[in-house]
């Protein structure tokens, strides 16, 4: 006779609240950007306090790394892997859109559905298709940095993927001659990618509007990937490697197989958020796939907490206002009200540091934590009469 | 076939150390056998070699007829030989029944695409796999921690949430690593019972490890001794009982006969 237990909230299976909020807050974001602000009714008070706090462009940037960020987080919240060159994958992926979306195969006259005049030179293909072909060239990258490297455990995997985090760059920085082909422009990057249709206009480099419901659709897709995988078969053994990779394998979790699938589901975030990037800032430039981004996007993934894809979505937010748009504007607040000239963006990466200390010192698993992890750390273990009730505090 | 898994001179040697010294070992169908031994037999080390995490440096394992020497630790786990640790090795921050579910990882199809668009197939695959798990913790009497993560269990029911995982690879083989340590003698008395019921019910060979000798007597069929890695005995409860070289092994020589 089969005991009947209910599901406990953290453990059911369906979730579909969160769409419904989630929408509801793109939508008011977008209606925000899209209509408020270009209405000549707004008082220029509120016009000048958004330019200069939140303005289009750094909401869009953030989302681009909300992207990245989920990415990592199933490599790393998920199956616990150290993944130190995650830029790889964003670079791959903006080249994808620099090849494939932008006149730099000029010899070529490619069009598939694209924005473009059919007799412009170069590969034409549709965004939506790039976006794709993007996610799946990274995915296959992915398997093939992770099948030589996956082999290794822990501090080893993290010094091997610093390496390939470099190498792919560099590669592209120095890509003008690849063995004799020219694959990126070297340091002059691509310039100038295709513009995204959307059936009834082309997206243009300044149609922050609508770019912006574009990234919220691509961080809502990422949602419900990370989610839904999250909770299935494959969810589990991620889960069960991150906890104990050998009792994992005695029971029968193929290790290689597990962990490559992470890196390739990973890896295709990547994509994506490489092909929305290039087409956020309208090219593809070798110089910005640098090594710190793969630590800024792994300190996202660690202050929003690990594992939770609403805390990474946060941790990436805050992370990438405060670089981006955020400090500056504090700065220029704080000189003008008390007539100093303190230079306050070149403070960031001294800020990011403290703000890992601390999380580190005082709240380690990250603002808004997986509820897992938040037990472990702070529950040490239930005393005598809750284990014998079954109730947690 | 009357043996599920034989191993043949199996010989392992970390450096110059012979660890294990070509022993050979069978487990016959639906039984229950014991591995018995001092501190540093080679016990443990032997069960690493039967579930594929050390490689024998000679000799050959044959499960249901196949050599499975060089199969991965994945592999011989998904063909059913299914194992508990020494020290508890459960996914602590797992509930109770996603332990299980993730045993039954092989036993699954669902893969990338299916799981991401939730197909009926991988929902009915989902929801079978459930229903099996609450049936294995029911039938190990776990069946209402269900959602309960497994570090917060008390340690005998982490032990049996152990043997449901175990159980849940619909093993051929199982083979327990001293189950009843850290066990009083009412616990030891109750983990007899179920592994009598266990073969009695299940198409099922059980291998212990065991240094609780109630236990060993009580349930096996035949018992092993290693000693420094060599078979010295091998037979019924009573002949181990009785026989000279396992006492001389756990006791030592008696002046008499040095």
């Given at each position: 006779m089969s005991t009947k237990v209910t599901k406990p909230n953290n453990v059911a299976r369906s979730n579909r609240k969160w769409i419904i909020g989630y929408s509801i807050a793109g939508g008011i974001l977008f209606a925000i950007y899209q209509f408020l602000l270009p209405w000549e009714g707004l008082p220029l008070g509120i016009y000048d306090a958004v330019y200069r706090w939140m303005p289009p462009a750094a909401v869009n940037e953030s989302l681009v790394y909300v992207i990245m960020a989920l990415g990592l987080n199933i490599v790393v919240g998920y199956a616990g892997l150290l993944d130190l060159g995650y830029v790889a994958f964003w670079a791959i992926g903006g080249y994808c859109a620099g090849w494939f979306m932008s006149e730099f195969f000029y010899f070529l006259n490619i069009h598939f559905f694209g924005s473009v005049a059919a007799q412009a030179p170069g590969i034409h293909i549709n965004f939506w298709m790039v976006l794709i072909i993007g996610g799946f060239v990274c995915a296959l990258f992915g398997v093939l940095i992770g099948a030589p490297t996956l082999r290794l455990k822990s501090d080893y995997l993290a010094l091997v993927t610093l390496g390939f985090g470099e190498i792919i760059p560099q590669v592209f920085f120095n890509g003008e001659n690849f063995f004799g082909y020219n694959i990126s422009n070297g340091t002059k990057g691509i310039v100038q990618v295709d513009p995204i249709p959307i059936g009834v206009k082309n997206l243009g480099p300044f149609d922050f509007g609508w770019k912006l419901l574009i990234f919220i659709l691509l961080t809502v897709i990422m949602v419900f990937i990370s989610l839904r995988l999250r909770r299935g078969r494959l969810g589990r053994a991620w889960l069960a490697i991150r906890e104990d990779e050998l009792a994992a394998s005695m029971m029968g979790v193929p290790l290689m197989r597990t962990k490559l699938a992470s890196y390739a589901v990973g890896a295709f975030a990547g994509g994506l958020g490489g092909v929305a990037f290039a087409t956020h800032v309208n090219g593809v430039y070798a110089e910005r796939f640098n090594f710190a981004i793969s630590i800024f996007l792994l300190a996202m993934v660690v202050l929003g907490g690990m594992g939770n894809v609403w805390g990474v979505i946060l941790g990436a937010f805050i992370l990438s206002w405060v670089n981006g748009n955020g400090l500056s504007a504090f700065g220029a607040f704080y000189n003008e009200r008390f007539g100093t000239d303190v230079d306050f963006a070149s403070f960031t990466f001294l800020l990011f540091g403290l703000v890992l200390i601390l999380m580190m010192l005082f709240k380690r698993e990250g603002l808004l934590p997986e509820s897992r992890l938040k037990m472990v750390l702070h529950v040490e273990e239930l005393d005598e009469a809750e284990s014998s009730t079954g109730k947690k505090k | 076939m009357s043996n599920v898994l034989e191993a043949k001179s199996v010989s392992v040697a970390f450096g110059g150390l012979l660890a294990v010294n070509s022993v050979d070992f069978t487990i016959p169908r639906r039984s229950v056998v014991s591995l018995i031994g001092p501190n540093?037999?080679?016990?443990?080390?032997?069960?690493?070699?039967?579930?594929?995490?050390?490689?024998?440096?000679?000799?050959?394992?044959?499960?249901?007829?196949?050599?499975?020497?060089?199969?991965?630790?994945?592999?011989?786990?998904?063909?059913?030989i299914a194992r508990t640790f020494q020290n508890i090795r459960l996914f602590g921050l797992m509930t109770a029944e996603e332990n299980l579910m993730v045993a039954m990882h092989s036993r699954l199809k669902s893969g990338i695409t299916s799981t991401i668009l939730r197909t009926p197939k991988q929902r009915r695959e989902e929801q079978g796999a459930e229903d099996r798990a609450q049936e294995l913790l029911d039938y190990v009497g776990l069946g209402k921690w269900t959602y309960e993560f497994a570090r917060n269990l008390s340690y005998g029911d982490q032990r049996r949430l152990e043997v449901a995982r175990a159980l849940a690879l619909e093993p051929k083989v199982l083979l327990l690593d001293e189950p009843t340590a850290g066990m009083n003698p009412q616990e030891s008395q109750v983990f007899i019972d179920f592994v009598k019921r266990l073969v009695a019910e299940r198409d099922i060979s059980i291998m212990l490890i065991e240094h609780d000798m109630k236990v060993v007597m009580s349930v096996s069929e035949r018992v092993t001794v290693l000693d420094q890695g060599e078979k010295i005995a091998e037979g019924t409860p009573e002949q181990i009982k009785s026989n000279k070289r396992v006492i001389e092994a756990y006791l030592g020589k008696s002046k008499e006969s040095k």
């Open positions: - | 540093g037999a080679g016990k443990t080390t032997f069960f690493n070699v039967l579930t594929g995490l050390y490689k024998p440096s000679a000799g050959t394992i044959d499960y249901e007829g196949r050599d499975i020497t060089d199969l991965p630790p994945h592999k011989i786990a998904s063909i059913g």
